[in-house]
């Protein structure tokens, strides 16, 4: 019988690690599938400490290369189209398959306030464990658990409610200001995204059109807001935050949110 961790890098399947770790629950392998450049940019460091902490290799299922030729294809994920999470359940599905003969159990971390979604389909190989919901271990807990182990998730953590992809779609829109304020590299990438995927970021609206309305929010006064146009037509000054203009620079250090 093998049992598998199925490893996404964030704080409940790190969680679930812990547990494991202290329970002295069995575990053959780590496994992760790896989104490439889509992850943070801390994501390496943060994998040698679980690997260190665990005292095993966690193994890498690369799949950045489908990721950016679906990107290619299909532009942005969306609610209804999340072809990233479905190229990640193939290729962990086929990779455990070698195992169901033997016997197979997988450790999921799906939190004990996050019941409703042990119902997903997304697992079907073997036996399927929960070691979050077997020892009562809410998201909150689990966060607590981690950084009293000293894994930190470089700070995301204290913005965000998710350690997945930096460029996620289903993000919210707090995150997404959040994103904009404080991480201009990755928000510049975000905009490049935009400039390639032939859909918008969200329903009806691109990365420029959401730099534009947080732009608007903040310039109320139509007064002020025309001068700047004017100065932008002159090219005196691009406010950069009109999501027709087809600069391509950042806007981070004009703008503040
Ligand atoms: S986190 Fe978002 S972008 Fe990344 S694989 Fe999941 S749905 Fe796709």
Known sequence: MKHIALYSGGKDS???????????????????????????????????????????????LDISEQIQ???????????????????????????????????????????????????????????????????????AIA?????????????????????????????????LRILFKYYPGLWKKMREMQWISHNDFRKDETIMSLEHRWWMEQHSNKKKLWKNLIKSESGEECIGACHLCVHRHNTQDKLEV
């Open 14 to 60: 790190t969680a679930v690690l812990i547990l494991i770790k202290k329970h002295g629950l069995p575990l053959d392998e780590i496994l992760y599938a790896d989104v490439g450049k889509w992850m943070w940019p801390g994501i390496d460091k943060h994998m040698k400490k679980v690997e260190e902490y665990m005292q095993m290799p966690v193994i890498y």
């Open 69 to 139: 030729k679906g990107f290619k294809k299909w532009g942005f994920a969306s609610p209804l189209t999340r072809w990233c999470t479905g190229i990640k359940r193939d290729e962990m599905n086929r990779y455990l398959k070698q195992y169901v003969k033997e016997g197979l159990t997988q450790y999921v971390g799906i939190a004990f306030d996050e019941q409703h979604r042990t119902g997903n389909k997304r697992y079907q190989k073997g036996e399927i464990r929960y070691p979050l919901i077997e020892y009562n271990i809410t998201e």
């Open 143 to 175: 966060l607590k658990m981690c950084y009293k182990e000293g894994f930190d998730f470089g700070g995301v953590y204290e913005h965000r409610s998710r350690y997945n992809c930096w460029c996620c779609p289903l993000q919210t829109l707090d995150e």
